[in-house]
């Protein structure tokens, strides 16, 4: 156990790899790993693009608050958020009153590609998904800048994106010897 006090919240941008590197980050800090997207379609009983197109995105972000206040009401954990959680005021009162923030960053061009590998994202249905990514971001970019830390990451393997998370927690003190 790497004596993690407080849970490791990963914000950013979707297609950022916040789910793929928080799984490898919680392995490797011997931690649960939990997803608020998942956690969201568990306790609505259906995806986010149905409950997108079904309730409209005031309902998805209702259900959103519900789900991430009760993981950080959980032991220490890294929790990957979705792409437009911090954005929400509430959330992100949350998650800087009770997680570490970590807010990944990725050039645009590298979202656009991964993004573009699956049609699962109910925001890039409506336009051009570059446009959308470049916009969203823009309007995000000042509020994911309020986490605790900034890491950068690339299209480079998993594990080097991970050790450069571990890197950051380190020098704040939020990890030991992983």
């Known amino acids: 156990m790497s004596g993690l006090r407080r849970t490791i919240a990963l914000v950013g941008m979707m297609g950022v790899g916040k789910s793929s590197l928080g799984r490898r980050l919680a392995a490797r800090l011997k931690v649960p790993f939990r997803?608020?997207?998942?956690?969201?379609?568990?306790a609505a009983g259906c995806t986010i693009t149905e409950i997108f197109e079904r309730y409209g995105e005031d309902a998805f972000?209702?259900?959103e608050r519900k789900v991430i206040a009760r993981l950080l009401e959980l032991p220490p954990l890294v929790l990957a958020t979705?792409?437009?959680?911090?954005?929400?005021?509430?959330?992100?009162a949350a998650i800087q009153k009770s997680a570490v923030s970590v807010w990944i960053r990725a050039p645009v061009d590298v979202l656009v590609e991964r993004?573009?590998?699956r049609d699962t994202r109910p925001m890039l249905r409506n336009g051009d998904p570059r446009d959308i990514i470049a916009r969203l971001l823009d309007a995000r970019a000042p509020l994911?800048?309020?986490a605790e830390i900034h890491v950068e990451t690339d299209d480079g393997p998993h594990q080097a994106q991970v050790n450069r998370i571990l890197a950051a927690l380190g020098e704040r003190g939020v990890v030991e010897d992983v």
């Open 35 to 42: 997803d608020s997207d998942t956690e969201v379609e568990l």
């Open 61 to 63: 972000r209702s259900c």
């Open 82 to 92: 979705g792409g437009g959680s911090y954005a929400d005021a509430e959330i992100r």
């Open 115 to 117: 993004v573009g590998r």
């Open 144 to 146: 994911y800048g309020q």
